[in-house]
């Protein structure tokens, strides 16, 4: 069992009393770790040992503690008086050991210093290649090959020269991290913008006649002939007997080869630890195949998989979408076994199988993205005719998942399938602290209520950037549940200031350390005409400019407003960024309270660790005094943003008396 350990009965080598047969023990380490009962130790229990080395910074303790006095005279214990002490560095396995850990710039200071330390370190610096046209034309075969086994990590930009030219000789069977990238820059223009188009426009429910469009997405014959550059790929996997990370994306020169070398790879047992695949168009049975074959497969990453019905064909496919609901109801469900997998991230997932059940068991983190659903799913179609069934999504177990994102695309999401997806996915997680839903998404109460009943003890971190459907009492609720809370990012609705007021109760997220929520007082809610705040001595549309009018009519109002969310704030005294404007584009709404004195400015005295301020649309009303104020009071304090265009000569103003008073209080210390 090599290794490094401490030789410490404190640190636990009275465990180690099985290694009988040790050779060899060899010490790097101060010596108050070793002392005469450790040696005593190693007398008794390890008969075998003929020679322990050690790196001469201690004395050499063994030496003097394995005299005969030690023992009885009928100990049967034999005596080795051996013992030397060698610097590790002279001996080149220690040398090599140590250069796998040194990066380029302490290789080349070890080469340097002589020849036998030259010939041990000058191997590292292959262990990174990135072979590509430039690298060909400064380097020979015969020179790579030559080196070849000291490969650790080989990136493939060129792997068509690479493969045909046979550049991989029988020794390069070390690489642990294999990556197949073509390098777009060496096709012509052309070739190098149809795939480009081909790489982004990857929608299964988006058919196009035009020349860029995929092909069609159905699993391909069994007698389909065989790729060459998918036989040497596999073959360049098969040679490496250490390989634990592989990266590809073959489909952006040729989908025949990728799709070839796809199967080739689900079929191939390996022992492989992180895979990253692109544009992958297999069935459930054949990814199933990849992991049952992938024993030691932690992280998947899929960018663009399109997930197939076995037996499907295009026309299946278009019958499929025009069948009845009676025949999807009736339709066999798959199960899709991410048996050890610990972190899954699907981006561009595609798939024409509606009834599938996703299973994992071990997966700590979830990431999707671009998540469709089948086509005959979509709105205005079966759903909308049979709208009595109860689910619409996949079905996902993974009771141990700790992080969910969801990122989505650009379009607006509707229906039901993503949100029973995402129901699904919180009803099996137990144990979910950071939950993102950062995408054009209506969230809806059934998601919400979901994430606030089952997950408020375990959430650290909450993002809903760009996404819409909370209301402002779910919004608080967050705040009033989530007791562990590090991190939360409201959505694009709003936290009304009457809900400060309807609903008292303290903030429970003491831990917070950044808040970015979007704020508005209600009365300036109501005058712009926000959807949801009606106050009867509201401005009609016509008045929403007329802010001044707002603030005399219901000056009471906005002042019990900002003073409870200026109390509410003071309790979270780890905060170290605050953001009340919220994300995404900026409306006419004037959102946030008033960061000056005269609001209440000087309870938030607690924020002693405050270094970040966004600050929107109150800017006129802060001068000197509050720069002075928050440089006393937030003295880590030194980023101030202003999220509008407008108005900067106020802004610019401000930020000059808040740098003139850093000056002074320096100047004061």
């Known amino acids: ?87 590790p560095l002279t001996l080149p396995e220690i040398r090599i050991h140590i250069g ?37 034309e400064k380097l020979t075969k015969d020179n790579f090959q030559r080196h070849e086994s000291h490969i650790r990590k080989l990136t493939l930009l060129d792997h068509g020269s690479f493969l045909d030219d046979a550049w991989a000789g029988a020794y390069c069977n070390n690489v642990s991290y294999l990556a197949i990238f073509p390098d777009l820059t060496a096709l012509s223009t052309r070739r190098r913008l149809l795939l480009l188009q081909s790489m982004e426009a990857f929608h299964l429910a988006e058919n196009t006649d035009t020349e860029t469009a995929e092909p069609t997405l159905h699993p391909s014959s069994q007698d389909e002939e065989q790729d060459p550059t998918a036989v040497k790929l596999m073959r360049l996997v098969e040679q490496q007997y ?40 297999i069935t ?45 109801i009736t339709a066999p469900r798959h199960l ?17 199988t509606p009834l599938l059940e996703i299973d994992c068991p071990e997966a700590v983190s979830i990431q ?31 009771p141990k998942s700790r992080t969910l994102l969801y990122t989505g695309q650009a379009k607006v999401i509707e229906g039901p399938e993503l949100k029973d997806t995402l129901t699904s996915i919180l009803q099996s997680a137990h144990q979910l602290s950071k939950i993102v839903l950062a995408c054009t998404l209506d969230i809806g109460s059934g998601v919400m209520s979901r994430i606030l009943n089952d997950h408020s003890s375990t959430l650290t971190s909450l993002h809903f950037s760009y996404s819409t459907g909370l209301t402002s009492s779910q919004i608080l609720k967050v705040l009033t549940t989530c007791r562990n809370l590090v991190e939360f990012k409201g959505s694009e609705d709003y936290l009304v200031g009457q809900q400060l007021l309807l609903d008292p109760q303290p903030w429970v997220c003491t831990h917070l350390e950044r808040l970015r929520v979007r704020f508005g ?70 959102r946030g309270i008033p960061w000056t004195l005269a609001a209440g400015l000087d309870q938030l005295s607690t924020l002693t660790n405050l270094e ?51 000056q002074s209080l320096v100047q004061e210390i």
């Open 368 to 398: 999707l993205s671009g998540y469709d659903m089948p086509e005959y799913f979509s709105p205005g179609s079966q759903r909308q005719q049979h709208s009595s069934r109860a689910h619409y999504g996949h079905i996902w177990n993974c």
């Open 336 to 352: 899709l076994q991410f048996r050890q997998i610990r972190r899954l991230d699907l981006q561009t997932f595609h798939t024409s």
């Open 521 to 590: 007082l209600s009365t300036l809610l109501a005058g712009a005409g926000y959807p949801g705040v009606q106050l009867d001595y509201a401005f009609g549309a016509s008045d929403q400019g007329d802010y001044a009018g707002v603030l005399l009519s219901n000056v009471e109002m906005m002042h019990q407003e900002i003073q409870a969310l200026y109390g509410q704030l003071s309790r979270l005294t780890q905060l170290t960024v605050l953001d009340l404007s919220g994300t995404g584009s900026m409306d006419r709404i004037t």
């Open 100 to 136: 796998q850990f040194l990066d380029t710039r302490d290789i080349l200071a070890c080469i340097l210093v002589c020849h036998a330390w030259a010939k041990d370190f000058s191997g590292f610096l292959w262990s990174t290649i990135t072979f590509d046209k430039a690298i060909q």
């Open 612 to 662: 970040t301020l966004h600050v929107t649309d109150w800017e006129r009303e802060m001068g000197s005094m509050e720069a002075e104020w928050m440089v006393r009071h937030w003295p880590r304090l030194d980023n101030l943003y202003n999220l509008r265009d407008q108005d900067l000569a106020p802004w610019r103003k401000f930020l000059r008396l808040f740098k003139e008073a850093k």
């Open 1 to 87: 069992m090599p290794g490094s350990y401490k030789l410490s009965l404190r640190c636990g080598l009275n465990r180690l009393g099985a290694f009988k047969a040790l050779k060899v023990a060899a010490v790097f380490y101060p010596g108050s770790f070793f002392r005469s009962t450790e040696a005593k130790w190693i007398i008794q229990h390890w008969n075998s040992v003929v020679l322990i080395k050690h790196t001469g910074i201690c004395p050499p303790l063994f030496c003097t503690c394995t005299s005969p006095s030690h023992f009885s005279s009928n100990s049967t214990h034999e005596m080795h008086h051996d013992a030397t002490i060698t610097d």
């Open 242 to 281: 250490h390989l634990r990370g592989l990266s590809e994306n073959c489909a952006a020169v040729s989908r025949i080869c990728s799709n070839d070398f796809a199967k080739r790879l689900c079929r191939h047992p390996n022992r492989l630890v992180h895979l990253h695949l692109s544009k992958w168009n």
């Open 284 to 328: 459930v049975p054949e990814l199933n195949m990849l992991i049952l074959n992938s024993p030691h497969l932690e992280g998947l990453r899929f960018k663009g998989l399109v997930l197939l019905t076995p037996g499907s064909t295009q026309d299946s496919t278009e019958e499929s979408s025009s069948s009845s609901t009676s025949d999807s």
